[in-house]
T-cell receptor, first 115, second 111 residues
């Protein structure tokens, strides 16, 4: 079946511009996660959606970052007034459930470059 | 202290040897532990998870968990060059839904 789909795969933007990154999770997966990975670094948690519950936004690095999930499916991560330090690979993952054995299925990521 | 710590490596082992990857975590409330493999330029993929003390085996992979020592490891038997990748340790804390990842250990298996 189809995996997690992210678009665009690459995005180059100028400092100060806004960007939107999209994630289509695996059908039926109730949990959706956004992480980012800078060069040579581990995965940094950003935000997590589970069903109809309020999202866990504790990982968002600043108020320039926001995300929404419409209809419990597609999610959009928005970065306003981008800065060079926002350059990273943004990874979306979905999971069929949460709890003690919740495998995350990752998309291929969006590589964001802020010039 | 970082929540999840791993030796960044690189860890180099000869083909056919056992590779041992280690991870420590700081929150005693952590309840589930995951090992992901990430090839260069690719997304992480799940290898295995463990949530009970002891060993869990899956093919050439064995995960070991010691909650008292807050330590989890991954053993790869009969290492192959195709195992060369970065291995990420991740934990879920009790009552949380998100995974906290370590920075990963880069493994190189030499033919």
């Amino acid at each position: 079946g189809a995996g997690v789909s992210q678009s665009p795969s690459n995005k180059v933007t100028e400092k100060g511009k806004d960007v939107e990154l999209r994630c289509d999770p695996i059908s039926g997966h109730t949990a959706l996660y956004w992480y980012r990975q800078s060069l040579g670094q581990g995965l940094e948690f950003l935000i997590y959606f589970q069903g109809n519950s309020a999202p866990d936004k504790s990982g968002l690095p600043s108020d320039r970052f926001s995300a929404e999930r419409t209809g419990g499916s597609v999610s959009t991560l928005t970065i306003q007034r981008t800065q060079q330090e926002d350059s990273a690979v943004y990874l979306c993952a979905s999971s069929p459930w949460t709890g003690e054995s919740s495998p995350l299925h990752f998309g291929n990521g969006t590589r964001l470059t802020v010039t | 202290q970082k929540e999840v710590e791993q030796n960044s490596g690189p860890l180099s082992v000869p083909e056919g040897a056992i590779a041992s990857l280690n991870c420590t975590y700081s929150d005693r409330g952590s309840q589930s532990f995951f090992w992901y493999r990430q090839y260069s330029g690719k997304s992480p993929e799940l290898i295995m998870f463990i949530y009970s003390n002891g060993d869990k085996e899956d093919g050439r992979f064995t995960a070991q968990l010691n909650k008292a020592s807050q330590y989890v490891s991954l053993l790869i038997r009969d290492s192959q060059p195709s195992d060369s990748a970065t291995y990420l340790c991740a934990v879920i804390r009790y009552g949380q839904g998100n995974l906290i990842f370590g920075k990963g250990t880069k493994l190189s298996v030499k033919p």
